[in-house]
């Protein structure tokens, strides 16, 4: 076995496997930081900056920060939370997430997050987008206005599905998601109902038709449980990290 190694999150020990992330290392050892545009089954993005933690005086995403042996990382700080607070706003306040007519609702990675983290209303001045949505597909549509640039169908599709049908488009403010076909349509695409692209955007973009608020409430993923202990039932647990953990 290898020799075992480990960082100190909040003062505790955390195990990791030499190439994890901290955050990767964190979640398989049954430790919990917020996060949005990570996925288990990609590579991480750093685009959310929702992970953000704080070593040596600095903040770092830890999605992407390796884990180092005797790295001493800050994360469930009222200083930390209070900027995750901030990011998770500014991401209301950018879309128009309506919840209550949102068929996501209960099922929505952002809005869980929302809730875990206490926050109230969204604190600054909405931007109100006007995009066109995209009802073309016989099985899916599209609200533009909802999408956080996670990446995580535009990886998905390329990656998983093999297809290629999402991207980003566009810089700061006026970056958004587009379909790839000559007309923009997603009708023009190869897309299907089943794609992995369709299931793994974590908020109401991608949605599949004649299943909305199908799911009682109450019964809604992050109804049974809040998003921190959701996404530890998700994190991998790789068999070196249970051997280690198994050690102690
Ligand atoms: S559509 Fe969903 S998965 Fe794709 S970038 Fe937007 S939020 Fe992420
Ligand atoms: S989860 Fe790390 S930046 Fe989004």
Redesign the pocket.
């Known amino acids: 076995m290898s020799e075992r190694q480990e960082f100190l999150l909040d003062g505790e020990e955390v195990p990791f496997i030499p190439g994890q992330t901290v955050l990767q290392a964190a979640l398989s050892a049954g430790r919990y930081i917020p996060h949005l545009c990570y996925h288990p089954e990609f590579k991480p993005h750093g685009s959310c900056k929702v992970c953000t933690v704080k070593s040596g005086g600095r903040t770092h995403a830890s999605c992407t920060l390796p884990a180092r042996a005797g790295l001493e990382v800050d994360s469930a700080t009222e200083e930390m939370n209070q900027l995750r607070r901030t990011l998770v706003q500014m991401l209301f306040a950018e879309g128009n997430h309506f919840c209550p007519s949102c068929e996501k609702s209960g099922n929505c990675a952002l809005q869980a997050l929302g809730y875990d983290l206490g926050l109230t209303h969204a604190g600054f001045r909405h931007f109100f987008p006007d995009r066109p949505v995209d009802a073309s597909h016989p099985s899916l549509l599209l609200d533009f206005n909802r999408?956080?640039?996670?990446?995580?169908?535009?990886r998905a599709s390329a990656e998983v599905d093999g297809k290629n049908i999402?991207s980003l488009s566009g810089r700061g403010i006026g970056k958004h998601?587009i379909v790839n076909a000559a007309s923009g349509r997603l009708a023009d695409t190869g897309i299907a109902a089943t794609d992995k692209s369709v299931a793994?955007?974590?908020?109401g973009?991608?949605l599949k038709k004649r299943v909305g608020f199908a799911v009682p409430i109450g019964k809604r993923r992050y109804d049974e449980r809040p998003i921190s202990a959701q996404a530890l039932e998700d994190a991998p647990r790789p068999p070196a990290a249970t051997a280690i953990q198994e050690t102690q």
């Open positions: 999408c956080i640039l996670c990446e995580l169908c535009v999402f998601l793994v955007c974590p908020v973009v991608i």
